[in-house]
Nanobody
Framework: QVQLVQSGGGLVQPGGSLRLSCAAS????????IGWFRQASGKGREGVSC????????YYKDFVKGRFTISRDNAKNTVYLQMNSLKPEDTAVYYC?????????????????WGQGTQVTVSS
């Protein structure tokens, strides 16, 4: 059974850090590009960062560039999103998913088998 289990969210003050984890079962994570997306309350799901399957090239949206880092541990079949210098506008539910269709990295319809989502709240 293909499944992604997320962990690591929570409440943090502005300027703080969190690391999200996305652990896969039922498939080998590095066979797919993996994307992190987020959805703030009342808004649509937006892409945040991706890591390619082939050579591990990483991609970031401008609003997280320099603050977030995506990485992959093949031995643990897990992808991480390290989030530093968090801002209140980063508050959202964060999701990971494998890219199963050809297309642009930040189009949600290119992805399937989404993780369950994890809440990140940045507030003082």
């Amino acid at each position: 059974q293909v499944q992604l289990v997320q962990s690591g969210g929570g409440l943090v003050q502005p300027g703080g850090s969190l690391r999200l984890s996305c652990a896969a079962s039922g498939f080998t994570l590095d066979h797919y590009a993996i994307g992190w997306f987020r959805q703030a309350s009342g808004k649509g799901r937006e892409g945040v960062s991706c890591i390619s399957s082939s050579d591990g090239t990483t991609y970031y949206k401008d609003f997280v560039k320099g603050r977030f880092t995506i990485s992959r541990d093949n031995a643990k079949n897990t992808v991480y999103l390290q989030m530093n210098s968090l801002k209140p506008e980063d508050t959202a539910v964060y999701y990971c998913a494998p890219k199963v269709h050809s297309g642009t990295y930040y189009t949600t319809s290119m992805y399937d088998n989404w993780g369950q989502g994890t809440q990140v709240t940045v507030s003082s």
